[in-house]
């Protein structure tokens, strides 16, 4: 069974501050991990991804993750927020599924409110 | 490419009313997948489809919830007797062939059982 651990609910941040949003994953097999962003009324948006290779992921909006395989973690960082960063983030894992799919199971997620 | 689009964005309905949704995923996508999202959780995946064959289910899929993709394009996704617990929102999500890892998802639909 694979499940994802986002421990922190709410994180709030000044702008232009940095931030880092945890994320901890149990898996029996070999992982894929993923960390989408969702707007207000919005679906999901793939922000970044590890599939394999350096353990060091760059993402869009100047997002980074690192993979950490000993730790079990995938931790979102961004050395400066802007206010229109503020939105609720999900760590993933993939699992494959029959026919080459991968089935997603998300964390509960983390509101980043970024503050003036 | 225009994105996963889903229709209608909201649906307020009464209990024990049936209610369909529709997904149309990026083109040429062969493969599509629906998940719930509840109010303070993140989405929990309920179907998937390759081409317009339904591959998984989750056992949350309930027998009062059916799923099809007929011609391997769009989907629709209907709940039957509508509970309050079915109250969420419905992603759909779609991934190529080249990129089997990526899901692109839609805006998701509503739903609200009165």
């Known amino acids: 069974a694979q499940s994802v651990t986002q421990l922190d609910s709410q994180v709030p941040v000044f702008e232009e501050a940095p931030v880092e949003l945890r994320c901890n994953y149990s898996s029996s097999v070999s992982v894929y991990l993923f960390w989408y962003v969702q707007y207000p009324n919005q679906g999901l948006q793939l922000l970044l991804k590890y599939l394999s290779g350096s353990t060091l992921v760059k993402g869009i909006n100047g997002f980074e993750a690192e993979f950490n395989k000993s730790q079990t973690s995938f931790h979102l960082r961004k050395p400066s927020v802007h206010i229109s960063d503020t939105a609720e983030y999900f760590c993933?894992?993939?699992?494959?599924?029959?026919?080459?799919?991968?089935?997603?199971?998300f964390g509960t997620g983390t509101q980043l409110k970024v503050e003036l | 490419d225009t994105g996963v689009s889903q229709d209608p964005r909201h649906k307020i309905t009464k209990r024990g009313q049936n209610v369909t949704f529709r997904c149309d995923p990026i083109?040429?996508?062969?493969?599509l997948y629906w998940y719930r999202q509840t109010l303070g959780q993140g989405p929990e995946f309920l179907t998937y489809f390759q081409n317009e064959a339904q591959l998984e289910k989750s056992r949350l899929l309930s027998d009062r919830f059916s799923a099809e993709r007929p011609k391997g394009s769009f989907s629709t996704l209907e709940i039957q007797r509508t509970e309050q617990g079915d109250s969420a929102m419905y992603l759909c999500a779609s991934s190529s062939r080249m990129s089997t890892d990526t899901q692109y998802f839609g805006p998701g639909t509503r739903l609200t059982v009165l």
């Open positions: 993933a894992v993939s699992l494959r599924l029959t026919g080459g799919g991968n089935k997603l199971t």
């Open positions: 083109s040429e996508h062969n493969r």
